[in-house]
């Protein structure tokens, strides 16, 4: 069964920044894109970013959130730098056995983490 589990989500004030991290059960590992989702009380799951054979960003994180991974260890990373408190939700990563499509929807991505919450204040 893949699991794929997500930490280092928390509380910090504005300004501040977080660094989430999602270790994978998944024997290929490489193979797969990782992406970043993140889901606030009351809206919608959102695409923030993804690493696959390119990486991807969500406009509203471009230039503060840098995506990474380290496939021998196979985890994905999430630097949050900048933080503002509309970045408040609940952080997911999820797993796309279509490594090469540049795919920014939920139901493209197979397999989910249960999230982290990481809550930004004034």
């Known amino acids: 069964q893949v699991q794929l589990v997500e930490s280092g989500g928390g509380a910090v004030q504005a300004g501040g920044s977080l660094r989430l991290s999602c270790a994978a059960s998944l024997r290929t590992f490489s193979t797969y894109a990782m992406g970043w989702f993140r889901q606030a009380p009351g809206k919608e799951r959102e695409f923030v970013a993804r690493?696959?054979?390119?990486?991807y960003y969500a406009d509203s994180v471009k230039g503060r959130f840098t995506i990474s991974r380290d496939n021998a260890k196979r985890t994905v990373y999430l630097q949050m730098n900048s933080l503002k408190p509309e970045d408040t939700a609940v952080y997911y990563c999820a797993a796309d056995s279509s490594k090469y499509s540049s795919s920014r929807t939920v139901g493209a991505y197979e397999y989910w983490g249960q999230g982290t919450q990481v809550t930004v204040s004034l």
């Open positions: 690493s696959g054979e390119f990486i």
